[in-house]
């Protein structure tokens, strides 16, 4: 089993949220932190913004941040938001299973409950639980205020 890449991306864009505490952050950083493309995270933000779990403010000084506290965010909302029906297999898919052995398979039964059982599991943590080792995940992604200053200083520098 294996995620999307857009569910991928929406939990970083979460945890990434958790870091900054509230502060507006900019797609643009965030897809420079992760060193993945922008264009992608427009898309997984706006998803995002749909469902609840970001807010988003246009123009000049805009940005993302969570839409509520991240303790409130569940991993398994998250998941079952961003990754829709899970279906595993062909014959989870009713408008267009071909398997001939669906009627007397046993198979979908226990997919169906793994993936249940993995769902529970996520359930059990919110997205301020990933944000434990807070120190170390800010230095990997350069989230720190000097960082954030170089940066805006760089931007201005480039800019004149």
């Known amino acids: 089993m294996e995620l999307t890449l857009h569910t991928d991306y929406a939990l970083r864009v979460l945890i990434y949220l958790g870091l900054r505490s509230g502060k507006l952050c900019q797609i643009a950083d965030i897809a420079t932190d992760y060193d993945i493309s922008r264009n992608h995270l427009v898309k997984v933000v706006h998803r995002l913004a749909r469902g609840g779990f970001v807010r988003t403010f246009r123009g000049k000084g805009g940005g993302v941040m969570l839409a509520r506290d991240p303790g409130a965010i569940g991993v398994g909302d998250v998941v079952r938001y961003a990754e829709g029906p899970m279906r595993l297999v062909e014959c989870f ?10 009627p007397a398979c046993t198979l979908s039964a226990a997919l169906r409950e793994a993936g ?3 769902l529970t599991v996520l359930d059990r943590y919110t997205i301020a639980d990933l944000l ?13 205020e000097s960082a954030r200053r170089n940066r805006a200083s ?3 520098t480039m800019v004149t």
């Open 154 to 156: 760089a931007r201005r």
């Open 93 to 102: 898919r009713a408008g267009d299973n071909r398997c001939v052995i669906t």
């Open 132 to 144: 434990g080792n807070r120190g170390r995940l800010a230095r990997l992604l350069s989230i720190s």
């Open 116 to 118: 249940e059982s993995f």
